[in-house]
């Protein structure tokens, strides 16, 4: 990842230059805007040359690590990933 953006405690933007083929030159844009309980987080993984089962895959997964993230902050323990051996 490339930043190619940053305002520090409100915003910064990457960009993808090595790692899966489909996220190589995407853009992905991670914003903080206050809230009267703390802030909310706005994200964006744009770019995309195609609706890949990657693209969908990825979407998914930072969804998941959203939420894992939404409960870290609000109770002290994330679930960043499931565990499929259990």
Known sequence: MKIT??????????????G????????LTFELEPHQKGCVLLFHHDGWANYTPEFASCSYDW??????????CETGKGHPYPDYNK
């Open 5 to 18: 953006a940053l305002k520090p405690y409100s915003r910064v933007e990457w960009i993808c230059m090595k």
């Open 63 to 72: 969804a998941m690590f959203f939420r894992s993230l939404k409960f870290l």
């Open 20 to 27: 899966y083929p489909d996220w190589i030159n995407t853009t």
